[in-house]
């Protein structure tokens, strides 16, 4: 009975932090690592390379360009 008490606290952590995460995340890291190769000064690559490297990018607002930036400008 001692584990249950103990777990159902856990389990209730979990679950409240388990939605707190973003789903952004990442966003900007992953931009950076598909375009990066690709980025030879000029073009979609470069432009997607530089603004998830710039200083004012976060998470969402890399977000709103990867699907544009992964997909198809950094997509050989």
């Keep these: ?4 008490v103990l777990a ?3 389990f ?5 932090t388990s939605g707190v995460g973003c789903s952004d995340e990442g966003s900007c890291e ?7 190769s690709l980025d030879h000064g000029a073009g979609p690559a ?3 390379h530089e603004f998830a490297e710039s200083e ?4 969402e ?3 709103e360009r ?3 930036c992964v997909e198809e400008d950094c997509n050989p």
Aim: net charge negative.
């Design 12 to 16: 209730a952590l979990a679950l409240l």
């Design 61 to 63: 607002l890399c977000a």
């Design 8 to 10: 159902s606290p856990l």
């Design 56 to 59: 004012e990018a976060t998470d």
């Design 30 to 36: 992953r931009i950076v690592e598909a375009c990066h």
């Design 66 to 68: 990867e699907d544009q």
């Design 46 to 48: 470069h432009e997607c």
């Design 1 to 4: 009975m001692k584990k249950l």
